[in-house]
């Protein structure tokens, strides 16, 4: 790798980390979800509020009723005692109550309805917030993956564009064995022809080399012709004492 | 040859300045070369190269410890009566460190993508579950028409969660196949450098045994 492409890479390598540290999707999603999930307990905690404000309108409903059917029964009361006064009184109390139960109905209704269409949100928000959670985990999931894939990209890249100069230093190093291989016959040919002297073989060329390699094997063949006689006689030597036995053997069977 | 190794000698000197000197971490970047070359050559065991990254990226200055190491693999290679494959054509044993290198940045990319491959599948599981639960939901609430079609189409979006991520582990499983047919190819490479450098020394030999016989 030259000097000028192994700056580059220390470039690259440190423009990588920084860019790696500046951007992080995971956190965004996480604070997205954070809100969802704030959302979602605001919605909670009005749904709770507004079933409070039910709940005292149901009971003032309730009181309110009660005190109708109890002013209409003070009402007869008074009458058949024939206090008119006392009835109109309590009539009029019942009126006033009766008002004012008119004008909590609606309010009710529209309890009822806020309730409902907070249940409606709270059920939407669940199913948001679930969808929201499965989507983050698989971008972070994906995001890592993407990353661990884009430095596999990277090494291959890098690691292929190494190799094919490691290649040439091997292609290098093959020539230069080539051209000592080629110096090497040189020397030899040049030493079989006698132009070079072989401090080792003096006076060799390559007559004397071939008349020498014929002696050579005619010393060796001598040798083995010397070697087979001894071998011969010393067979027949100890062949004698087996033709001695084969007669006991004979006899044997 | 005296001087082209003493040239040599000096740019390998100027290039570990040059490095040093305009990386952004200073040391950090030698420090995590020469860690990944010891454990490429098998110096390192893999927990320690793991524990030593970590406290590299930390900010950890850790040459004490790497060269502690580096005194015990030569010792325990000593003790063991093996040596280390070493070089005297420099652009070979370089080209050896590169491979070294190369070993240990293959395993940690193996390790990242078997960890992103294990996070993806544990997601898909817990997608598919998730789409099965919000089913039986769907169920529960059949009276309910709307409710009921709005948990399916939860159940339909997480289903498709679910597909996006077997995809992706299907990429990631033949991302690792590229990597071992990467490994097999430096394996290859490390070979053929080291039976080069072999032949070589055998032709020099030669070579001036002939030289000096005339």
Redesign the interface.
């Known amino acids: 790798m030259s000097l000028l492409k192994r700056i580059g890479a220390i470039f690259q390598e440190s423009a990588h980390e920084v860019i790696e540290g500046v951007e992080d999707p995971k956190l965004s999603l996480d604070y997205s979800l954070l809100k969802l999930e704030e959302i979602r307990s605001q919605v909670n905690r009005s749904l709770i509020e507004v079933s409070a404000a039910r709940k005292r309108l149901e009971n003032q409903h309730a009181q309110l009723q009660a005190a109708v059917h109890k002013h209409h029964n003070q009402a007869q009361e008074a009458a058949s005692l024939g206090r008119d006064d006392l009835a109109r009184k309590a009539l009029e109390r019942r009126q006033e109550a009766l008002t004012r139960l008119t004008a909590l109905e609606p309010n009710l209704k529209n309890l009822d309805h806020q309730l409902g269409s907070l249940k409606e949100s709270q059920s939407n928000l669940e199913r948001k917030i679930a969808l929201f959670r499965s989507k983050r985990e698989e971008l972070k999931v994906i995001y890592d993956a993407s990353r661990a894939q884009v430095r596999l990209n990277e090494t291959v890249y890098g690691i292929s564009r190494d190799l094919a100069d490691i290649g040439r230093v091997i292609q290098r190093a093959e020539e230069r064995i080539e051209e000592m291989r080629s110096r090497s016959d040189a020397i030899e040919g040049l030493a079989a022809e006698g132009v070079l002297i072989d401090i080792l073989e003096p006076g060799k060329d390559d007559v004397s080399t071939e008349l020498a390699a014929i002696r050579r094997n005619q010393l060796i063949d001598e040798e083995l012709a010397r070697l087979k006689k001894p071998a011969l006689v010393s067979s027949r030597q100890k062949m004698i004492p087996m033709q001695d036995q084969e007669p006991e053997v004979d006899s044997e069977e | 040859m005296f001087l082209q190794e003493f040239f040599e000698a000096a740019?390998d000197e100027?290039?570990r300045f040059?490095?040093e000197t305009?990386?952004?971490?200073g040391p950090t970047?030698r420090l995590r070369r020469q860690l990944r070359m010891m454990y490429g050559r098998g110096e390192v065991p893999r927990e320690t190269f793991y524990q030593l990254l970590g406290k590299l990226e930390k900010g950890y200055y850790i040459e004490g410890e790497l060269q502690s190491l580096h005194r015990q693999a030569v010792r325990r290679m000593e003790i063991e009566g093996r040596a280390g494959f070493h070089s005297h054509?420099r652009?070979?044993a370089r080209?050896l460190d590169?491979?070294a290198i190369?070993q240990a940045?293959?395993d940690e990319?193996r390790m990242?993508?078997n960890?992103?491959?294990s996070?993806?599948q544990?997601?898909r599981q817990?997608?598919r579950q998730?789409a099965d639960d919000?089913m039986q939901r769907a169920k529960a609430a059949m009276p309910d028409e709307t409710?009921a079609r709005?948990?399916l189409e939860?159940r339909l979006?997480?289903l498709d969660?679910s597909h996006?991520?077997e995809q992706?582990a299907a990429?990631?499983q033949n991302?690792l196949l590229?990597?071992e047919a990467?490994e097999m190819?430096?394996g290859m490479?490390e070979a053929?450098?080291m039976i080069?450098?072999s032949?070589?020394r055998l032709?020099?030999e030669?070579?001036s045994l002939?030289?000096?016989?005339?």
């Not at chain 2, 002939?210 to 005339?214: D, P």
């Open positions: 740019v100027l290039r040059i490095e305009l990386s952004v971490q970047h054509n652009e070979i080209s590169r491979l190369h940045i293959i990319t990242r993508l960890l992103a491959l996070q993806v544990t997601q817990w997608a998730q919000f409710s709005a948990l939860v979006q997480l969660h996006l991520l992706r990429a990631l991302d590229r990597l990467l190819r430096l490479y053929e450098l080069a450098d032949r070589e032709a020099r030669e070579l002939l030289r000096l016989r005339q």
